[in-house]
């Protein structure tokens, strides 16, 4: 069965300055897809990264960046830049690439993020 | 469009009521998902509808009744509930088929059983 950790359950960064929270995940399989969802207080879940594990190339979205190192089995997301609107759960997610399994998204336990002004 | 809807955002429901969550999406996805999510903890599935019909359901109670009436809505009967399935419910949705891997997830409805 596949899992995912997230050890650190909380961070703080100052504004402006850079952080990078931590996913490891273990899984017998080669194809999977890997994401990074925000959940800011009482609002609503969103996509924040997605890497597929068959290609090398980190995924970026603006501020955002991830370190994938496959056989590490580790996806650490870079905030850059941190803003106020940056603070909120994180949460680390596989998701198997085979066509016929189930659609579950396993999640990690989350990482609380402080963004401090 | 990426919106999730969810009605109604709050809901405070005793132990004896019946009582019914909503969700829709216009995005032409053809899986749509329950989860029940406690303060400061991970979603946690309760059920799959994949091109409905239910795929999965995670050994959720019976008083817990998900229903998908069409491709675009999905509806999760509550009856007879207990104070500690007080939680936020959300719902998402995906493309489904193997043609797309994230879940795009409504704003939940946040439940009170008292």
């Known amino acids: 069965a596949q899992t995912v950790t997230q050890s650190q359950p909380e961070m703080s960064v100052q504004e402006a300055e850079t952080v990078t929270l931590s996913c490891t995940y273990d899984t017998s399989e080669s194809d999977y897809y890997l994401f990074w969802y925000k959940q800011p207080p009482s609002r609503q879940m969103i996509l924040v990264i997605r890497?597929?594990?068959?290609?090398?190339q980190n995924a970026t979205e603006n501020r955002f960046s991830v370190n994938f190192q496959k056989a590490a089995k580790s996806f650490s997301l870079k905030i850059s830049d941190s803003q106020l609107g940056d603070a909120a759960m994180y949460f680390c997610?596989?998701?198997?690439?085979?066509?016929?399994?189930?659609?579950?998204?396993?999640f990690g336990k989350g990482t609380r993020l402080h963004i401090l002004p | 469009d990426t919106e999730v809807t969810q009605t109604p955002k709050h809901l405070v429901m005793g132990m004896t009521n019946k009582k019914s969550l909503k969700c829709e999406q216009h995005m032409g996805h053809r899986a749509m998902y329950w989860y029940k999510q406690k303060a400061k903890k991970p979603p946690e599935l309760m059920f799959v509808y994949s091109y409905e019909k239910l795929s999965i359901n995670e050994s959720v109670p019976s008083r817990f009744s998900p229903e998908c009436p069409n491709s675009s809505l999905l509806n999760l009967h509550l009856h007879a509930l207990q104070p500690e399935d007080s939680a936020l419910y959300l719902c998402?949705?995906?493309?489904?088929?193997?043609?797309?891997?994230?879940?795009?997830f409504g704003p939940g409805t946040r439940l009170t059983v008292t």
């Open positions: 998402a949705s995906s493309q489904g088929g193997g043609l797309s891997y994230e879940q795009y």
């Open positions: 997610a596989y998701r198997s690439a085979w066509v016929n399994r189930d659609d579950k998204i396993i």
């Open positions: 890497q597929e594990a068959y290609k090398q």
